[in-house]
């Protein structure tokens, strides 16, 4: 695609602008390390853009603390102070689904996963955001927390032009297929193959 352009446009009838304009259904899946490090990336365009962005991290503790959530959170404040960007929701999965009504811990995770599931599809139905990061999802739809044939269906019938980035490995092949755009990860060499640890502003 030599400076943007696409090597072949399709006879759908559509316009330029529209076809600019079609919402993308994106995957970030494969071993390597930077599948959501690369969707933070793009919800900070969408933020730029003004667009309103939710970002809901499954797996993820609620305790568990990354630096992308603070520093969008620091941009969801910019934005309600002065205008600039877009409106910015986190949410992580068990007691920081923040609309929960749940009090506490929740161990039960595949409950919290198909709840956290909910949530986005009601929110998808309803056009409540722009952009919608749906970080290590591929691991309750791999472990059967929730349906993968539910989810395709609400990802390809959503109303608008909401974006969506699905993060996590082995995504589901009926998810691939979906998609718009689908990266793979793969990795050549990492230091942890040497014993070496995460180290922080590298993995968090």
């Known amino acids: 695609m030599p400076q943007g352009r696409p090597l072949v446009v399709p006879d759908d009838g559509l316009t330029t602008r529209a076809r600019r304009n079609t919402p993308v259904l994106a995957v970030h899946t494969g071993p390597g390390k930077g599948k959501s490090t690369a969707a933070f ?13 939710a970002v809901f991290q499954f797996v993820k503790s609620a305790k568990w603390k990354v630096g992308e959530e603070t520093a969008f959170a620091a941009l969801g404040a910019l934005h309600d102070e002065t205008g600039v960007g877009g409106p910015i929701e986190w949410h992580k999965m068990g007691s920081g689904w923040s609309w929960s009504r749940k009090t ?15 949530e ?30 539910e989810v395709v269906e609400v990802l390809c019938s959503r109303p608008g032009g909401q974006h969506v980035v ?24 990492h230091p942890m193959d040497v014993g070496r640890k995460g180290q922080r502003g590298i993995e968090w």
């Open 120 to 149: 986005i599809a009601c929110r998808l139905s309803e056009q409540r955001h722009d952009f919608y990061v749906l970080d290590e999802f591929t691991f309750p739809l791999k472990w059967g927390w929730v349906a993968v044939d």
């Open 41 to 53: 990336g793009m919800a900070l365009r969408a933020w730029n853009a003004g667009m309103s962005v």
């Open 166 to 189: 699905i993060t996590g490995r082995d995504a589901p092949q009926q998810l691939v297929d979906a998609a718009d755009l689908v990266t793979e990860m793969t990795k050549v060499k």
């Open 104 to 118: 506490g811990s929740d161990d039960d995770h595949a409950a919290a996963a198909a709840e956290g599931w909910a």
